[in-house]
């Protein structure tokens, strides 16, 4: 209860930025904590007792580090066929990080599903669906044709006599 | 030069039967739609390979038609035919990009898929990391055909064509022989693509799994990496490109294909021959050795003086790799677009963009001015300077070794020369029109070398914002660098030509 109320007070002494705000001015935010709300992508990556997670606010994409235990909740990941869990992720932004050989990224101190994940709904359109139809029969009738022309072409060449 | 509009009936002949060719390749992006239960995807790539087929069937009906001597193709008709063909494809490759509805603009969608098919890796995309399977395999698939040739995977089918086929494989900016036919050396490079294929995607698939993708994911990724790497080509799919991994060893194994990949396919096949001291002599892999490892040196040298990355793992994967990524024209980022202008400074800038103009070896996947040239222009400097110094009367005879020796003659050193001219102005050109648009002389000097060079490492000018004459230009850009101008220039002087006897008819 008092972490809870402790992170909760840490939280709104940081200000939320984007992604792209982070990278941008990296310089200075440089080992500063930083807070940001992203989508998670694809997978976790996990690295025995960490794992990595990739995250995209729209404006940009960063990975973050954090224990395998902090991933715990998260269900939906962001691909075609989904809208990954939205997560509020709070830690320390460094532009070379020594640990993982000069990159940019987010050692994540705390991580909450702010919004859950929900499967993409890819409707077909029936345009869609008759162009294809109508594309497949004409080309179908035009590989046809164009065979029957050759074949043609091959069997009046042989009666043709040389001049 | 005299242009002859003549024998446009053969152009749209051998155009016709390129496209008819290429049309077959829809048919990967379907089976991964259907496999994947993703029937929006399958239609987008059922509706476009229907237009390419239909397409391809009414140019060469109507080539047929028209063309007057069906067995005598000029030269100058080869080489369009390569160029006519690019254009072509990249409009009917743009349809499922616009149809999934991730590009804002069919212009957008042109960029992304000349930029594929010439090896660039820039995109305009939108939401890359919700894009389908289909559309990922699909633009990977365009980088990795476009990457050995789109004319020679049609020449590889091409059975009678024989005497035209080489004409069309030099009009790709191709002139390696490999073996003495044209249809021979064409079935070569696939063979070679496609055995480091299953060697490459196999070692990433398992890097994938080890580094926590699921196998699925590992699969795809590493057939998608594995693609971009060999073909020079930089796209990813993910939105962070290599940065997605977070692994050293992944990367490193890109790295190593895509300097492989960069090398001449005449290479790659004198080591199948077993003629191993080729690597030790080739002009171009000299030439490439050197000037890498002198721009890695200038890049780690300065950039660890500036403090920016403090050890040695950090300059490796952060520096020598882009520079890497850059001389190669891969375009593999291990750091942000942001980050070179914030972090690298001038020289570092100018660094990469030497890099990128030098570009990787001729005949190979690579764009940029390549190193056969780049060696050969030194040499012929270097013998120059030798004859002032000795007297005109001492006789040199100076030769070069790239797969066989070579003696240096003035013609080839012009050649080399006037296509190294030509990326300089194309790059001035750019540099000039970017500026204008309102961005600095540094910023535009990367950007446009990387579109000049078929690179595809970006400052972030690139975006779907920007103006569309850039985006035009930047497609122009990707498209001359790729085919090395002439055969674009000999398409654009038969349409001028045929405008004017259009216009003087009526």
Sequence with gaps: MVSTILALLLVSQINQVTINQIIANSHDFDQSVIMIEAEVILEVLERNENAWINVNDGTNAIGVFLPLSMTADLEVFGDYEHQGDTVRVVGVFSRNCVEHGGEIDIHASSLEVIKQGVKQNHKVPVWKGLLALVGVSMSITALLLHRKRKVIMKFSNRFVKPV | ?506
């Design chain 2, 1 to 506: 030069m005299k242009v002859d509009t003549s024998n446009w009936g053969s152009v749209c002949y051998y155009t016709g039967k390129s496209i008819l060719i290429f049309s077959a390749l829809f048919a990967l992006p379907i089976f991964v739609a259907i496999s994947h239960s993703d029937w929006n995807s399958a239609l987008d790539f059922t509706i476009s390979m229907s237009i390419s087929i239909i397409l391809s069937i009414g140019l060469t009906f109507y080539g047929e038609q028209k063309r007057k001597n069906a067995h005598n193709l000029s030269w100058r008709h080869g080489l369009v035919v390569a160029s006519f063909s690019w254009i072509l494809l990249s409009l009917i490759s743009a349809i499922p990009y616009s149809l999934s509805g991730h590009s804002l603009s069919y212009l957008d969608s042109v960029f992304d898929v000349m930029s594929g098919f010439t090896t660039t890796g820039v995109f305009l995309i939108q939401d890359l990391d919700h894009i389908s399977q289909a559309l990922n395999t699909w633009r990977h698939l365009l980088t990795f055909v476009g990457g050995q040739g789109m004319i020679v995977l049609a020449i590889s089918f091409f059975v009678k064509e024989s005497g035209s086929a080489y004409k069309f494989y030099v009009g790709e900016g191709k002139d390696v022989s490999l073996v003495p036919n044209v249809q021979g050396t064409a079935k070569w490079i696939w063979r070679i693509s496609l055995v480091y294929l299953l060697i490459g995607t196999t070692l990433l698939f398992i890097q994938g799994m080890r580094i926590g993708l699921n196998p699925i994911n590992s699969l795809f990724h590493g057939l998608y990496i594995f693609m971009s790497a060999w073909s020079t080509g930089g796209f990813a799919p993910n939105y962070q490109n290599i940065l997605f991994y977070h692994d050293f060893m992944y990367e490193s194994i890109g790295l190593v294909f895509f300097i492989v990949g960069s090398f001449n396919f005449g290479l790659h096949f004198a080591f199948i021959q077993g003629k191993y001291k080729e690597f030790r002599k080739n002009i171009e892999i000299v030439s490439f050795f050197v000037s890498s490892f002198v721009l890695s040196v200038f890049a780690v040298v300065y950039l660890s003086n500036t403090g920016i990355y403090s050890d040695s793992i950090s300059l490796f994967r952060r520096v020598v790799y882009n520079v890497l990524s850059a001389h190669t024209t891969t375009g593999f980022g291990s750091v942000y677009a942001q980050q070179f202008i914030s972090d690298w400074g001038g020289l570092g800038i100018t660094v990469m963009v030497v890099a990128m103009l030098i570009g990787g070896s001729a005949c190979s996947t690579a764009g940029g001015i390549k190193g056969l040239r780049i060696g050969i222009i030194f040499k012929g400097i270097y013998n120059d300077i030798q004859k002032l110094m000795k007297g005109e009367r001492t006789m040199r005879v100076v030769k070069y070794h790239h797969i066989k020796d070579y003696i240096l003659d003035d013609a080839t050193f012009r050649s080399a020369a006037s296509i190294a001219i030509l990326y300089i102005a194309l790059f001035t050109v750019g540099v000039l029109l970017t500026s204008l648009s309102g961005y600095s002389l540094i910023e535009s000097s990367f950007e446009v070398a990387s579109v000049t060079g078929n690179v595809g490492l970006s400052v972030g000018i690139i975006q779907a914002s920007m103006p569309s004459y850039l985006k035009l230009f930047y497609i122009f850009a990707m498209y001359l660098g790729r085919l090395e101008f002439i055969s674009v220039f000999i398409l654009i002087g038969m349409f001028i030509k045929g405008a004017r006897k259009w216009f003087q008819q009526y």
